[in-house]
T-cell receptor, first 114, second 114 residues
């Protein structure tokens, strides 16, 4: 089936540093990538939508200068959490639409900011 | 997006069928019903989707009522590894032009016990 490879799966960083999360579509072209954040015991919340070749669209309340999204090619989208703080600690998940599976998801990245 | 309503939690005995209901009374004619599940600390996994006919695959069956206002996901022989949060989502098909973003509700926490 369609696979979205997400890396890293787990990262711990110091407060004030930046962290980059990558999502690659392995066997299909992802012109669109959705980025979600999930806090403990809560559902997934959409942060932003990236489109190859254009600027990302951010959901209300999500700071675009803090969460930088780049959709460099049809198979790669990245989310960079800039100047991370402990409240940014969360589970980040990417997702791409797929013809056969509706939407296919990455395995998630557990970010811990200390 | 059409809103969905699911029970917050359900229990099921191992080996028995798990029937997870979902109400989507505002579904429109071109919207599909998708089911995903999320096992703890992983990205959501596609299970099945359908438009109006009942569907079956190697994982589950999807029963959609004739008026399409509700559906039931059936796991025919639940195992302990089926313990997860199950999400019912209504959306335009990913292969079309109106798939847009996926919005997650709270889902149903299914607990399969020995």
């Amino acid at each position: 089936g369609a696979v979205v490879s997400q890396h890293p799966s787990r990262v711990i960083c110091k407060s004030g540093t930046s962290v980059k999360i990558e999502c690659r579509s392995l066997d299909f072209q992802a012109t669109t990538m959705f980025w979600y954040r999930q806090f403990p015991k809560q559902s997934l919340m959409l942060m932003a939508t990236s489109n190859e070749g254009s600027k990302a669209t951010y959901e209300q309340g999500v700071e675009k200068d803090k969460f930088l999204i780049n959709h460099a090619s049809l198979t790669l989208s990245t989310l960079t959490v800039t100047s991370a703080h402990p409240e940014d600690s969360s589970f980040y998940i990417c997702s791409a639409p797929h013809l056969n599976y509706g939407y296919t998801f990455g395995s998630g990245t557990r970010l811990t900011v200390v | 997006d059409a809103k969905t309503t699911q029970p917050p939690s359900m229990d099921c005995a191992e080996g028995r069928a798990a029937n997870l209901p979902c109400n989507h009374s505002t579904i429109s004619g071109n919207e599909y019903v998708y089911w995903y599940r999320q096992i703890h600390s992983q990205g959501p996994q596609y299970i099945i989707h359908g438009l109006k006919n009942n569907e079956t695959n190697e994982m589950a069956s999807l029963i959609i009522t004739e008026d399409r206002k509700s559906s039931t996901l059936i796991l025919p022989h639940a195992t302990l590894r089926d313990t997860a949060v199950y999400y019912c989502i209504v959306r335009g098909h990913a292969g079309g032009t109106s798939y847009g973003k996926l919005t997650f509700g709270q889902g149903t926490i299914l607990t399969v016990h020995p």
